[in-house]
């Protein structure tokens, strides 16, 4: 089936580790995004690629960091410089960049830190 | 800079109900506008969506029309059943530098009891 693949959906982190989360997409599209949801709030831009081997700071980049050196992949790591990294986690794609193109979702990963 | 309000929830219906969820919006240029709802513990899905002043986007029973002249892209639906039970998203995609990005909603829950 065609779709965008986030693993894991559940991850634990202690303080001070860096940890990596996984975006796999099928569909052929050549831009990618990562967006944080809070509790209670909407979605807000960590980074996003509009073609491989390329990507931009979006909102709240801070903390974060990512590689797009594959089309189907954009990995996000969530560094030990991220103050508050407890959050919903969601990984994007669209066929390409430019307003109106829809833009798919994946299931989410949900990453705590103990 | 570009913004979406809508209104606060938890929006509490009985079943078979008429929904509206208020969504206003500020942006520069003409934007394409978004509906995305999310059931719990997933990911976003799009219900439906406008690229153009006084288009109707469509899809499930809902239903929001592009209104240039008060920004708003209000969503709505005649009659609402248990299983429209999520949270909404409104959305817009922003014109300006062709990026695609989406700036969302806080969202507003919906509940609907038998």
């Known amino acids: 089936d065609g779709g965008i693949t986030q693993s894991p959906k559940y991850l634990f982190r202690k303080e001070g580790q860096n940890v990596t989360l996984s975006c796999e997409q099928n569909l052929n599209h050549d831009a990618m995004y990562w967006y944080r949801q809070d509790p209670g709030q909407g979605l807000r831009l960590i980074y996003y690629?509009?073609?491989?081997?390329?990507?931009q700071k979006g909102d709240i980049a801070e903390g974060y960091s990512v590689s797009r050196e594959k089309k189907e992949s954009f990995p996000l790591t969530v560094t030990s410089a991220q103050k508050n990294p407890t959050a919903f986690y969601l990984c994007?794609?669209?066929?390409?960049?430019?307003?109106?193109?829809?833009?798919?979702f994946g299931e989410g990963s949900w990453l705590t830190v103990v | 800079g570009n913004s979406v309000t809508q209104m606060e929830g938890p929006v509490t219906l009985s079943e078979e109900a008429f929904l509206t969820i208020n969504c206003t919006y500020t942006a520069t240029g003409y934007p394409s506008l978004f509906w995305y709802v999310q059931y719990p513990g997933e990911g976003l899905q799009l219900l439906l969506k406008a690229t153009k002043a006084d288009d109707k986007g469509s899809n499930k029973g809902f239903e929001a029309t592009y209104r240039k002249e008060t920004t708003s892209f209000h969503l709505e639906k005649g009659s609402v059943q248990v299983s429209d039970s999520a949270v909404y998203f409104c959305?817009?995609?922003?014109?300006?530098?062709?990026?695609?990005?989406?700036?969302f909603g806080q969202g507003t829950t919906l509940q609907v009891k038998p």
């Open positions: 959305a817009l995609s922003e014109n300006s530098g062709n990026t695609g990005k989406l700036i």
């Open positions: 690629s509009q073609i491989v081997n390329d990507f």
């Open positions: 994007a794609s669209s066929s390409h960049a430019g307003s109106g193109n829809t833009i798919y």
